[in-house]
């Protein structure tokens, strides 16, 4: 293998890892914080995508800028589905496998309805536009622009979130709660604000992640779940609750993903991101970066 | 209970003879009802007392669908329908070794990406191996032998099911689900009973695929649908899985909405559908895990 090819599977991969990094992020909050394994959040990487594609097209917005724009929607969406769905069930004292299958049964019922009220709104055709498509000459190899600012954006708002986690108040108190719940309770953290806070969060950086995904792939209603399924993929592999292990696990996979593109075919994605799923399931649940 | 053994004689006779009474609209609306069925009550008898929630079904539902478009027109007819038993029980069987050690959302995510690896796994086996996208099904049996072959495996499976109740295994089962640990020590073979079930259960789920497929004159790897798998949980949700009736009335009422809706109005079914899951996870709190009684556990790792 050239030197040349090796460095162009390398960035790309950098790129491709940049972003899995902040939609897996988003779902370790709610999964490693609260046990909600949310399915549908591949479906708010994709409505944020659609909102992007709708405020760029028809009101003519800097799609870079309509983040300022789907980020808060998201999080107050996700403070309100939180807050109607998830804080019921979760407040029902039961044994926590049952809440756990019972919250994963919600997220199925909101994919379903997510995903067939995009289908109604903006129906099954591919929709997109293009935006910074000039290539970037580094080094010999060329990478479009739009990839890697959208790289850039999605890694840096992920070692921002892992900087407030370490600094800010709200920070120290999710840190707190992820290691020790029944502690946090005793100091006087609310578990279910801070419950809401998280989701909201999540679902806000699924949504910013769809909003710069659309400047680079065409858009369907069914873009979300492939998302979801790397984002689990990255969650498991760096561990529950691990925040470094899910920024190392997303570039990881986003190197390893595009190598198997790159050199063996691009209908392998799927295949391997199920069947690294299935076998870190089977080995380590605990996840290769897991405590 | 005379008025209701009275009911039940109705039922059946009008199922037997439903071939030369109903119209051919009439008779296939009951034959995907029927086949809905078989799906809920066997899906029910496993997940319903172990509270192993799986979204295998439609993996399950599939394979038996695919294995009577590959081998169908080499047999004689109800031969395919017990290689799609066969197909979907031996593909339960390596899953449930496998996977029946996780517990809560990870088994569920893992029966979930089944659906999907199959299905992704065929399509570049098709594609690049034979080099085909889909399969003809050649020289399909008769509707009215379709019709029999799913009664016989709905009546099959409720058959199963409350004989499964009032057996030693079926405590063995509700065991598994109030206390995996406990029921170790009482000297259950946890791993023996799970998979076991799981794999009769697969055996009925593969086999309705294989009795449903040559409804389709063509067949690709799309038939490995999660849609089949979560269709199956909120049937039996609806109707209660505690019990044997609850699968087969939600089956019957979900089975006539989703005909009436699922081809005009796709998406808002669709819709609907997924508010009714939300719905009833909200409104029965029993519904799903608590399946029965609620335990009387408390929270635990």
Known sequence: ?291 | MAASRALLATVILALLGAPWLASNYQRSLLLAILADVVLAVSWAFFSGPTRYLSLATGAFFGAGAYATAVIGGRLAWPLPVLAGAAVGAAMALLVGLLALRLRGPYFAVFTFGLAELSKHVLIWYETSVTGTVGRLLLAPPSATVLYYTVLALAALAVGTALALRRSRWGYALIGIGEDEERAETLGIDTTRVKVGTFALSAAFMGAVGAAMAPRWTYLDPQVFNPLVSFQTVIMALVGGAATVVGPVAGAVFLGLVSELFLLRFRYVYMLALGLTLIAAVLLFPSGLAGLRRPSARGTEA
């Open chain 1, 1 to 291: 293998m050239s030197a040349a090819l090796l460095f162009d599977i390398l960035v790309t991969g950098l790129i491709t890892g940049g972003i899995y990094a902040l939609v897996a992020l988003g779902l370790n909050l709610q999964y490693g914080l609260m046990r909600v394994l949310n399915v549908a959040h591949g479906e708010f990487v994709m409505l944020g995508a659609y909102a992007t594609y709708s405020l760029h097209t028809d009101w003519g917005a800097n799609p870079l800028l309509t983040l300022l724009v789907t980020g808060p929607a998201a999080f107050t969406a996700g403070l309100v589905i939180h807050r109607l769905l998830y804080a019921r069930v979760l407040a029902q004292a039961e044994a926590r496998e049952a809440l756990e299958s019972r919250s994963l049964l919600l997220s199925f019922g909101l994919l379903f309805v997510l995903q067939n009220a995009a289908l109604l709104i903006w129906s099954a055709d591919l929709k997109g536009y293009s935006y910074l498509g000039t290539p970037l000459r580094v080094l010999g190899a060329v990478f479009p622009a739009n990839r890697v600012l959208a790289a850039v954006v999605a890694l840096g708002l992920s070692v921002g979130f892992y900087v407030y986690l370490q600094r800010s108040l709200t920070g120290k108190a999710i840190r707190a709660l992820m290691d020790e719940p029944e502690g946090a309770r005793l100091v006087g953290v609310n578990l279910t604000r801070l419950h809401g806070v998280c989701f909201g969060l999540g679902v806000a950086m699924a949504a910013v992640t769809g909003s710069l995904i659309s400047m680079l792939f065409e858009l369907t209603p069914f873009i979300g779940l492939p998302y979801t399924v790397t984002a689990l993929v990255v969650v498991i592999l760096g561990g529950l609750g691990n925040v470094v292990g899910s920024l190392l696990g997303a570039l990881l996979l986003g190197v390893v993903e595009t190598a198997g593109v790159y050199l063996v075919s691009s209908d392998i994605r799927l295949i391997s991101s199920y069947a690294v799923l299935s076998l870190i399931l089977i080995l380590k649940p605990s996840g290769i970066f897991g405590r």
